[in-house]
C-alpha cells in the first residue's frame, strides 16, 4: 500500500456533552476522497471551542475490541483540556501514532472541571495525520 496525504476527515463539530467515535481504521472515508482509512498515521489533534462558555474537551484512542458508549474511558485518554469561548488547543504528537485494524479515535466535550454546565459548548475537531490507502 501507499501512503496517502490527504485530507483525513473534514472539521467534526461536537455540541453539547457528548462522546463521539469521528475515526474508525478500516470504516471511515477519508474527506479527501480518496477511499476508506487504513493504517492512520494521526499527527496532531486540533481542537476549537466556538460555544460561549468554558468546557473540558478530550481525545481517546480506542483498541479495537472496544465500542464508543456513554462517557469516555479514561484508561484510554490522550488528553483533556479546559477550553475557554473561542479557545483553542493543538495536540502535537512528535512521532505519529499509528492506528490499525478498527482502532478508533474517538473525542469527548464536557463540563469543565473548574465548574460549569457545560451544555452550551460546541467544539470543533481537526485531525490532522496521513494514512495507506
Known amino acids: 500500500m501507499a501512503l496517502k496525504r490527504t485530507k483525513l476527515l473534514g472539521i467534526q463539530a461536537v455540541t453539547g456533552i457528548a462522546t463521539v467515535g469521528i475515526l474508525t481504521v478500516g470504516t471511515t472515508q477519508t474527506a479527501g476522497g480518496v477511499g476508506i482509512a487504513s493504517t492512520t498515521y494521526l499527527r496532531s489533534v486540533i481542537m476549537h471551542n466556538t460555544g460561549l462558555a468554558t468546557c473540558t474537551s478530550s481525545v481517546y484512542i480506542y483498541p479495537s475490541s472496544e465500542t464508543v ?22 495536540l502535537e504528537i512528535n512521532y505519529p501514532l499509528v492506528l490499525v485494524n478498527q482502532e478508533k479515535l474517538v473525542v469527548e466535550v464536557t463540563a469543565p472541571s ?20
Open 69 to 90: 458508549s456513554g462517557v469516555g474511558k479514561t484508561a484510554y485518554r490522550l488528553a483533556r483540556v479546559d477550553l475557554s469561548s473561542n479557545e483553542t488547543y493543538f
Open 114 to 133: 473548574s465548574g460549569g454546565a457545560g451544555i452550551g459548548s460546541a467544539v470543533n475537531y481537526q485531525i490532522i495525520g496521513d494514512t495507506d490507502i
